[in-house]
């Protein structure tokens, strides 16, 4: 079946711009996560989505980064205002998140943001 | 807060050679312990888990075993092939939310 998909793969905007970022995630995961991959190191987490509520945000770095999911499948995360260290690879993973359980996270291939 | 510390690399082996990547963890409660896998030009993929103290996981001839008393997760592999160079990120899941922690990350390099 269809993994988790990323769009855009590639994305270049100016410093002070807006960008938005999409996930769709596989079909049935009620679980969705972003994360953040800067170069040379782990992703590190961002907000989880456990339908189409954010049931924990506190990886967002400040008020710039907002992310939806408003029908509890496709999300987008979106920058305001960007900034050159914003720059990384964002990533997308869902999974069932059954209660109790470690449901493994399948991830997207990213969305490589550069901000110049 | 928790946290993952793995080996630095690159480590670069040749063909057929033993593999161990260091992995420990820091964590309040029993976290789960991943390891995850990024090939060149590809998405982060589990490579192998366990859930619970003493379990061994296993996945394409690797192996790590949580051990609880050294808070470590070691990866290991008898022999590794050029196939098997990549990223590897040891990981663990903690907390209410399922959220992830990831290590830096250790580039193998394999040489035929």
């Known amino acids: 079946g269809a993994g988790v998909s990323q769009t855009p793969s590639n994305k270049v905007t100016e410093k002070g711009k807006y960008v938005e970022l999409r996930c769709d995630p596989i079909?049935?995961?009620?679980?969705l996560y972003w994360y953040r991959q800067s170069l040379g190191q782990g992703p590190e987490f961002l907000i989880y989505?456990?339908?189409?509520?954010?049931?924990?945000d506190s990886g967002l770095p400040n008020d710039r980064f907002f992310a939806v999911r408003p029908e509890g499948s496709v999300s987008t995360l979106k920058i305001q205002r960007t900034e050159r260290g914003d720059s990384a690879v964002y990533l997308c993973a869902s999974s069932y998140n059954r209660q109790g359980g470690t449901d493994t996270q399948y991830f997207g291939p990213g969305t490589r943001l550069t901000v110049l | 807060g928790d946290s993952v510390t793995q080996m630095e690399g690159p480590v670069t082996l040749s063909e057929e050679a033993f593999l161990t990547i260091n992995c420990t963890y820091t964590a309040t409660g029993y976290p789960s312990l991943f390891w995850y896998v990024q090939y060149p030009g590809e998405g982060l993929q589990l490579l192998l888990k366990a859930t619970k103290a003493d379990d061994k996981g296993s996945n394409k001839g690797f192996e790590a075993t949580y051990r609880k008393e050294t808070t470590s997760f070691h990866l290991e592999k008898g022999s590794v092939q050029v196939s098997d160079s990549a990223v590897y990120f040891c990981a663990l899941m903690g907390g209410a939310t399922n959220k992830l922690i990831f290590g830096t990350g250790t580039l193998l390099a394999v040489q035929p």
């Open positions: 079909s049935g995961h009620t679980a």
């Open positions: 989505f456990q339908g189409t509520g954010a049931a924990d």
